[in-house]
T-cell receptor
Framework: AQTVTQSQPEMSVQEAETVTLSCTYDTSESNYYLFWYKQPPSRQMILVIR??????QNATENRFSVNFQKAAKSFSLKISDSQLGDTAMYFCAFMKHQGGSEKLVFGKGTKLTVNP | EPEVTQTPSHQVTQMGQEVILRCVPI?????FYWYRQILGQKVEFLVS????????KSEIFDDQFSVERPDGSNFTLKIRSTKLEDSAMYFC????????????FGPGTRLTVT
């Protein structure tokens, strides 16, 4: 079974600064996806960024980027130029790549607060 | 931009009552999911659904739970006899492309069982 671990229950950062959220996972699969989801106080889960395990290049989406280390089974999220609207719970998630309706396995989340 | 919608946003029910949570997935999506999140805990997978049948279900998804796609647009989760521990946020999600893996979530239904 796959597990996802987020070791930082809470983090804070000053507006405009950079913050990195950690995630490690455990799997015997060789082909899979990794995701970061954001859950603001409104509680809706929003996809932030996606990484395919077979791709060596780290994914980036505007101010969000990942550091994917497949051998170390590490998948951290870097938020640059933090904004007040980035305040949210951030969940790291794993999905096997088999095609079709695979489930997401989530970590426990990191609560990020961006301070003005 | 297409989005997943869920109704109601909040449902309060008494223990032992049946509830139906409704979801309208993104229209051209083929894969549907229910997840739940007990307050303060992580999001947990309940069930996935494809081609009018369950693809996978978790241990949480026991005989008290069922899912249905009664027409071309709705996807429902029924809990037959609610328990206090069913109180949670229930999220519906859908995905459309087998090889991209991206699931799009609805805003959730907060279920409170009293």
């Amino acid at each position: 079974a796959q597990t996802v671990t987020q070791s930082q229950p809470e983090m804070s950062v000053q507006e405009a600064e950079t913050v990195t959220l950690s995630c490690t996972y455990d799997t015997s699969e060789s082909n899979y996806y990794l995701f970061w989801y954001k859950q603001p106080p409104s509680r809706q889960m929003i996809l932030v960024i996606r990484q395919e395990a077979y791709k060596q290049q780290n994914a980036t989406e505007n101010r969000f980027s990942v550091n994917f280390q497949k051998a170390a089974k590490s998948f951290s999220l870097k938020i640059s130029d933090s904004q007040l609207g980035d305040t949210a719970m951030y969940f790291c998630a794993f999905m096997k790549h088999q095609g079709g309706s695979e489930k997401l396995v989530f970590g426990k989340g990191t609560k990020l607060t961006v301070n003005p | 931009e297409p989005e997943v919608t869920q109704t109601p946003s909040h449902q309060v029910t008494q223990m032992g009552q049946e509830v139906i949570l409704r979801c309208v997935p993104i229209s051209n999506h083929l894969y549907f999911y229910w997840y739940r999140q007990i307050l303060g805990q992580k999001v947990e997978f309940l069930v996935s659904f494809y081609n009018n049948e369950i693809s996978e279900k978790s241990e949480i998804f026991d005989d008290q739970f069922s899912v249905e796609r009664p027409d071309g647009s709705n996807f429902t989760l029924k809990i037959r006899s609610t328990k206090l521990e069913d109180s949670a946020m229930y999220f519906c999600a859908s995905s459309g492309e087998r090889d991209r893996g991206e699931q799009y979530f609805g805003p959730g239904t907060r279920l409170t069982v009293t």
